[in-house]
């Protein structure tokens, strides 16, 4: 049985697509890990306000994957939210306060005021 004309052109347009957007996430990736790297590191006293889980996967027999995420406001009302490790999510709560070390979007350390 030929594959007609057609199909051809439309495996083709998708396989085009599927590896345009494979380029488009791993430049943003890279895009955003060397503007982070060109970032000061940066610490200055907030307070933590929220949090929030992201979970993905964890359908049919595949694992499921948590990101963890702390929201921070500065002393001048802004607010950041940051990506953190499971087991500093685990240790902080809305109310602490402390110094935020950061680079960019990237959590480096928090230090709770006792």
């Known amino acids: 049985m030929a594959v007609g004309f057609g199909s051809q052109i439309l495996f ?16 943003r990736g890279v895009a955003t890990w060397a503007s982070n790297n060109a970032s000061p590191v940066v610490t200055q006293a907030v307070t933590v306000i929220g949090k929030r889980t992201e979970v993905s996967g964890g359908a049919m027999n595949t694992s499921a994957h948590t990101d963890y995420f702390l929201t921070f406001e500065l002393a001048n009302q802004r607010r950041i939210e940051l990506s953190v490790s499971g087991r500093v999510f685990g240790m902080l709560v809305p109310g ?8 960019g979007t990237r959590f480096k350390h928090f230090k709770r005021e006792i």
Do not use: A, K
């Open 12 to 27: 083709g347009l998708v396989f085009i697509v599927v590896i345009g957007v494979f380029g488009f996430v791993v430049l």
């Open 96 to 103: 602490d306060r402390g110094e935020l070390t950061s680079q």
